[in-house]
């Protein structure tokens, strides 16, 4: 009986294997997924060298999860796709350098524009309404603008 357990069974690694898959599942961040194919990889080479010692399948798990966590991170880790939407949380940030017109005058430095379909407070100096302005920066509540200069037309 003592034999059984302190020799683990190729099948003991499956299981912790299993293990790490199903936590990977409920706290996704794909490390634990490296480690549950190192836990697979060591009942592999288990099940083809029945009389490993436990030390050496330790020692293997240990490289195994080594080697795989570092190729990772090393060639994986980085990659992640744009994404067509990259100001999706914060459309503050995604209205910089844009210019629209005052649909309500800065008055006191506070005043208001339409983008779209919704209303932003800006702040800035004062500016009379339907003046074109650029938006240059944002707080958590409102929008920088600064006035656009009119240019002149070109009478050739």
Do not use: C
């Not at 990977?24 to 029945?50: K, N, R, Y």
């Not at 990772?72 to 100001?87: E, H, Q």
């Not at 309500?104 to 339409?114: E, P, R, V």
């Amino acid at each position: 009986m003592m034999n059984a357990l302190s020799t683990p069974e190729f099948w003991y690694w499956w299981i912790l294997a299993t293990v790490f898959f199903g936590l990977e599942i409920t706290a996704p961040g794909a490390f634990l997924l490296w480690l549950g194919f190192a836990a697979t990889l060591t009942g592999f080479v288990s099940w083809a060298l029945p009389d490993l010692s436990s030390g050496i399948q330790l020692g293997l798990f240990a490289i195994f999860s080594l080697g795989l966590v570092f190729i990772w991170y090393r060639f994986f880790k980085g990659i992640n796709p744009r994404s067509s939407s990259p100001f999706l949380n914060n459309r503050a940030a995604g209205l910089v350098g844009t210019q629209h017109a005052l649909t309500q005058a800065i008055t006191d430095g506070i005043g208001k524009i339409k983008v779209h379909d919704s209303f932003w407070t800006v702040r800035g100096p004062d500016f009379p309404k339907g003046q074109t302005v650029k938006v240059t920066g944002y707080n958590s509540d409102h929008l920088i603008v600064e006035p656009v200069p009119k240019q002149k037309k070109d009478n050739r």
